[in-house]
Nanobody
Framework: QVTLVESGGGLMQPGGSLRLSCKAS????????MGWYSQAPGKERELVAV???????QYEDSVKGRATISRDDAKNTVDLQMNSLKPEDTAVYYC???????????????WGQGTQVTVSS
């Protein structure tokens, strides 16, 4: 079993910056894809950014040029830096990871509990 814990959310000013962090703990052999998703009120959860184990990165169009995703495999963490925040970035942000527990079994997908980000003046 693996637990993902996010941090870094809160009330942000338009035009400001935030850094979200997510740490995985538990039975971990290797983590493959790590990502951040957002879910605004009344909307479906959607991809913000993902980074693979070989550091291939994909961003959702609305955050391209404003977001940077990074990972530290030694610490089992993934961070999301977002600049030039907009009110439409307001959402609950969820961390997601594909975890290999043993090295010879299929990966298991895990979600964090979510952290609220509110962008408002």
């Amino acid at each position: 079993q693996v637990t993902l814990v996010e941090s870094g959310g809160g009330l942000m000013q338009p035009g400001g910056s935030l850094r979200l962090s997510c740490k995985a703990s538990g039975n971990i052999y290797k983590i493959y894809t790590m990502g951040w998703y957002s879910q605004a009120p009344g909307k479906e959860r959607e991809l913000v950014a993902v980074i693979t184990s070989i550091s291939t990165i994909q961003y959702e169009d609305s955050v391209k040029g404003r977001a940077t995703i990074s990972r530290d495999d030694a610490k089992n963490t993934v961070d999301l830096q977002m600049n030039s925040l907009k009110p439409e970035d307001t959402a609950v942000y969820y961390c997601n990871m594909d975890v290999d527990h043993t090295g010879y079994t299929d990966t298991v997908n895990y979600w964090g509990q979510g952290t609220q980000v509110t962008v408002s003046s």
